[in-house]
């Protein structure tokens, strides 16, 4: 534990005009120093920092606090971390209450990781050197080129890239003269024990290479991109090797704890108040190199818990920019636990099919991914569209009912509006009615297989629930008198039908509109194979009983007004729980939004009653 007399002694030691002014420029006023806010975006200085009372304040934002936390915010640091840092720029030794044997534990350990950020760094400055001077990095400079990166630019230096070159042991031998123990550099990933004799070979050749930096600037590791063989040489007849290779995890490194490129986008994150999350550390680098600087990258690896919280540290707000092919929309779905678990906002922007960031933006240009990642939607919406996105109007029946099997959760958890928003896209998707979709997310989704066995016990035959009774009147009805779909008044009531026989009716009607575009009869066989297993037998009899018009219009619309009175009810009952929900937790405003809806279902559960009483009287 760390005394408070030793915190006090860094505080008064450690001039924050001066920690402020490595990333704020600052201008004197008086007895105090103003400048633009680096924790939002602004075009007139607000941000204020008194040297006399040790703190900042910015006006705009209203972000305050000492030099602790203002190194802890724009560099993302816990406050540990930041009096380590805080205390070595001092000069002050760091006192705590723990014994001399811990306190030498931990020095030592310091001691050792510090080593390893030493061997990086002298690795990193050696592959940066080898890019300009070694005879075989003309390839990798004519990457950088065709990417569009310049050799000499800022973007080079500031990723640390370089070239790994061409043989065994280049860097062995560079490493050895430096006086660095193989050891020590085979535990950061760098060099690796030869399978026979004694030695070490070089890790990564003839590669080009990024350096992996911490959120302090430390070099942690380094990833490769292979280039095509050097003139002259052949291949060794194993096949192509990797496309990447990354270095191994290490006592400084972690890939599942590592952004790479937060320690470069830091500062943009905080401007923007927004991060954009992209797959490959080149993506990465081609967007910094066109000025869209707030961008980060998982390490090979899905978008982690602790990545997202370690971005958590410097943005509330995220936009997934995950390719468009199916790894990607993997990758995607995978995110938004992880952003909801640490409290991120996630967006996702999708580019076109077959291509990424880099690609993009060497073919269209900075301007229009500018667009792109402005249009970014909502993470649910987006991925409420992949789930419907495989699917023509004209799929089965089956393959309708699983994607609302996956997206139903995500509806759920929407707010009223938005939720009604997605419902009436997901409809339109897959040709389904909006009141009769309303309906079956609200019930049970049972998974149902392309053709059920015939001799399966029908669910729907004695109907469980007088919803399902109700339904399965309606389907009965309209099965055995196909000809009365397409009415305005059977069309109302279609909404209000619910669980299996909204598929089955859907089915009914799209078999109908063929038949009629064709000029043929209903292909029965066909129709029937799309209709859910449950209710096949009774979809079947119905077909073959040929009910008269009329009789079919009156067990609809009775049928109809029932359901609207129990579906008017339910959701009565379901209003009067999420206002007491919305309430417990404080939150008046959506309590007030679903208060007035249900004022309206109380005016509409009133019409159905009467209309319910009107049918019975009838």
């Known amino acids: 534990m760390i005394g408070r007399e030793t915190i006090d002694r860094i505080r008064s030691r450690v001039d924050i005009v001066a920690v402020v002014s490595e990333t704020v420029k600052l201008t004197q006023r008086g007895r105090s120093w103003t400048g633009l806010c680096p924790f939002h975006q602004e075009k007139s200085p607000s941000f204020t920092v008194s040297p006399e009372r040790g703190l900042f304040h910015c006006f705009g934002c209203k972000?305050?606090?000492?030099?602790?936390k203002f190194v802890e915010l724009s560099e993302g640091l816990s406050f540990i971390e930041v009096l380590k840092k805080l205390a070595e720029r001092a000069g002050v030794e760091i006192e705590d209450e723990r014994g001399d044997h811990d306190r030498a534990s931990e020095q030592r350990a310091r001691k050792a990781k510090d080593d390893l950020y030493g061997i990086n760094a002298i690795a990193a400055e050696y592959f940066g050197r080898m890019l300009h001077e070694h005879p075989l990095a003309g390839q990798a400079r004519d990457e950088l080129t065709r990417r569009g990166l310049p050799i000499d630019g800022p973007v080079v230096e500031a990723f640390g890239i370089g070239y790994a070159p061409h043989g065994w042991d280049g860097l062995a031998v560079h490493l050895q003269r430096q006086g660095v123990s193989p050891a020590q550099a085979e535990h950061v990933g760098l060099l690796a024990p030869r399978s026979s004799g004694s030695?070490?070979?070089d890790a990564f050749r003839h590669r080009?290479?990024?350096?992996?930096?911490d959120v302090q600037g430390r070099v942690v590791a380094f990833s490769g991109r292979t280039l095509p063989n050097p003139p002259g040489v052949a291949d060794d007849g194993k096949g192509p090797p990797p496309k990447y290779v990354n270095s191994r995890e290490s006592p400084i490194y972690a890939k599942g704890h590592t952004l790479f490129g937060l320690y470069q986008a830091r500062a943009a994150i905080r401007t923007a108040q927004e991060a954009v999350v992209v797959e490959g550390n080149f993506d990465l680098v081609a967007m910094h190199?066109?000025?869209?600087?707030?961008?980060?990258a998982p390490m090979g690896t899905a978008f982690t818990e602790d990545q997202a919280r370690l971005l958590r540290r410097f943005t509330q707000s995220v936009v997934l920019l995950f390719d468009s092919d199916a790894a990607g929309r993997k990758?995607?779905?995978?995110?938004?636990?992880t952003c909801k678990t640490v409290g991120l906002v996630a967006r996702s922007a999708r580019l076109g099919e077959g291509k990424d960031p880099d690609d993009f933006l060497r073919s269209k240009g900075v301007e229009p991914m500018r667009a792109v990642l402005s249009n970014a939607r909502s993470l649910d919406e987006v991925l409420v569209r992949d789930a419907c996105a495989a699917l023509s109007r004209s799929s089965d029946?089956?393959?309708k009912k699983r994607a609302l099997?996956?997206?139903r959760p995500l509806l759920n958890e929407q707010e009223?509006?938005?939720r009604e928003i997605l419902i009436r896209r997901i409809a339109a998707d897959l040709d389904l009615d909006v009141g009769a979709l309303w309906r079956t997310l609200r019930g049970d989704i049972t998974h149902v297989p392309e053709r059920a066995s015939r001799s399966t016990t029908p669910s729907g035959t004695g109907g469980t629930t007088e919803e399902e009774r109700l339904s399965k009147a309606i389907g009965e009805a309209l099965f055995s008198c196909p000809d009365v779909l397409d009415e305005p008044d059977v069309q109302d009531c279609l909404a209000l039908v619910a669980g299996d026989w909204t598929f089955a009716i859907a089915a009914l009607r799209e078999e109908a509109r063929t038949a009629r575009e064709e000029r043929r009869p209903l292909d029965v066989a066909s129709l029937i194979a799309r209709v859910p297993g449950s209710i096949q037998d009774l979809a079947s009899a119905s077909l073959v009983a040929e009910e008269d018009p009329a009789a079919v219009r009156r067990i609809v619309r009775r049928s109809a007004v029932l359901l609207q009175n129990l579906v008017a009810e339910a959701r009565y009952t379901e209003l009067a729980r999420e206002i007491e929900r919305a309430e417990s937790q404080g939150d008046h405003d959506r309590a007030m939004t679903l208060t007035m809806e249900k004022l309206t279902t109380e005016r509409a559960l009133r019409k159905a009653r009467l209309e319910a009483a009107k049918e019975d009287g009838g």
Not at 289 to 295: K, L, P, T, Y
């Open 289 to 296: 190199a066109r000025g869209i600087e707030n961008v980060v």
């Open 199 to 201: 030695g070490y070979y």
């Open 208 to 213: 080009l290479l990024v350096a992996i930096k």
């Open 405 to 407: 099997e996956v997206v």
């Open 397 to 399: 029946l089956s393959a």
């Open 416 to 418: 009223p509006a938005f």
């Open 63 to 68: 972000t305050s606090g000492d030099v602790f």
């Open 331 to 337: 990758a995607t779905w995978a995110a938004r636990d």
